[in-house]
Every structure is written in structure tokens, then in C-alpha cells.
């Protein structure tokens, strides 16, 4: 079971959710970067960095038996706040693709750089997937 937390006052954030509200079996994933499974990076540009961040987590949810629409909180760690807000929609774009149009509650911290030299986005996530009746 989850719920979305909005302010009855606030304007509806576009692409985030203020809060949510959520019971069940939580699952952590770890930063995803944007490489492949052989830790290969297959671009330099921001918005298919993201897009493989966005695949790398759904593909740690699935092994988890989660699905997207299980995320409850993102946190990216961007490098260039000027790639991010120039590819915002290429962004969005793979975002939808991959994970839907369920938008959780999210952060997005500019960094000066990341472990991986050639990577320009991580993303952690937190999922809760819900109790089945019984």
C-alpha cells in the first residue's frame, strides 16, 4: 500500500512527489551509474547515462521482485546541473519508458564528480514492495 503525500496548499510538483507514504518489505538499491552489466560505459551524454541508471535499477528491483512502481524515494547525483536541466527532456523521455509515469519522492544533489571518472549521473533508490493478504 502506498500514498502520495501533497499539502492540500502546495502546487503538484511536476515529475517528483513531495512525500510518500508506504507499508511492506523495503528494498535499497545502491547508486546506479550509468554503465552497462560489463561496467562499460556506452556513452558520454547525461540523458543515456540516466537511461541506464534508470535500466540498472529496474533490473536490481526485478531480482528483488519489485517493480518500478514500487520506488518510493531517488536520489541523484548529478555532475552538471547545465547537462541536466539541457537534456530534461531526452531525461524525461527514458524515465517514462523505464519506469513509468509513477514519480516518487525525489532529491537532486550537484556534485564535483563521482567515484567513476566517466560518470555524470548516480541514482540511489529505496522501494517497498507491498504485504500480500493472506
Not at 537534456?87 to 537532486?108: D, F, L, T
Not at 550537484?110 to 504485504?131: F, G, W, Y
Amino acid at each position: 500500500m502506498m500514498e502520495i503525500i501533497q499539502p492540500p496548499d502546495w502546487p503538484r510538483p511536476r515529475g517528483y512527489s513531495n512525500g510518500i507514504s508506504a507499508q511492506g518489505r523495503m528494498v535499497f538499491v545502491a547508486g546506479q551509474i550509468g554503465w552497462n552489466s560489463e561496467c562499460v560505459f556506452e556513452t558520454d551524454l547525461f540523458w543515456e547515462q540516466s537511461r541506464q541508471a534508470f535500466s540498472n535499477t529496474v533490473e536490481v528491483l526485478s531480482a528483488a521482485e519489485a517493480k518500478p512502481e514500487h520506488i518510493v524515494r531517488m536520489t541523484w547525483f548529478i555532475t552538471s546541473r547545465k547537462e541536466y536541466l539541457e537534456q530534461q527532456k531526452e531525461i524525461g523521455k527514458a524515465y517514462r519508458e523505464i519506469i513509468g509515469k509513477h514519480y516518487p519522492a525525489m532529491s537532486v544533489l550537484v556534485v564535483s564528480e563521482l567515484i567513476e571518472e566517466a560518470a555524470k549521473v548516480e541514482i540511489e533508490t529505496t522501494a517497498v514492495i507491498p504485504e500480500v493478504s493472506r
